[in-house]
């Protein structure tokens, strides 16, 4: 699996990753595409420290996440 460029810590057999493990993920992935690296570090910091709590462990069906329910930013906030 890691030979083929998967991470198998993200690629388990499972039914649905949760909304934690995919922003881990798309941070790995997306990593060396910012121009500066503390710029990805602020982007998982702010998922870390106000996403991650209130809707870390949900499960993503990704079947229907793009037309799935929108996480309102301010309530997240609000914690």
Not at 5 to 31: I, K, W, Y
Not at 45 to 68: C, E, H, Q, W
Request: charged share 25%; net charge positive; with cysteine.
């Amino acid at each position: 699996m890691a030979k083929s460029g998967l991470n198998p810590r993200f690629t388990a057999q499972r039914d649905n990753p949760t909304f934690e493990e995919l922003a881990r993920q798309v941070h790995f992935d997306r990593l060396p595409t910012w121009k500066n690296p503390k710029q990805g570090q602020q982007w998982i910091n702010t998922l870390r420290d106000y996403a991650f709590p209130k809707i870390g462990r949900m499960p993503v069906d990704m079947r229907t996440f793009s037309a799935g329910k929108k996480v309102n930013c301010v309530q997240i906030r609000n914690r």
